[in-house]
């Protein structure tokens, strides 16, 4: 939102493109962070399992 908000206003002049690349970058920053998220969830995951006595296998036909 913010993005195309920005890029809209530059188009038309008000805003330089320095606020278009300033939300772009917030806008990675917080998808690397969401990422970041949900992979120390799924370790988290499989360390509980395998601290409650659960194996981790490796589905049959896949390549490791």
């Not at 606020?19 to 360390?47: G, K, M, W, Y």
Request: hydrophobic residues 50%; proline residues 2%; glycine residues 10%.
């Amino acid at each position: 939102e913010a993005v195309r908000g920005g890029l809209a206003r530059f188009r038309v002049g008000v805003d330089s493109y320095l606020v278009v690349f300033v939300a772009e970058r917030i806008r990675t920053v917080i998808a690397t962070l969401a990422a970041t998220s949900d992979l120390r969830i799924a370790q988290t995951q499989i360390a509980l399992f395998r601290a409650l006595g659960g194996g981790w296998k490796q589905p049959s036909g896949q390549v490791k």
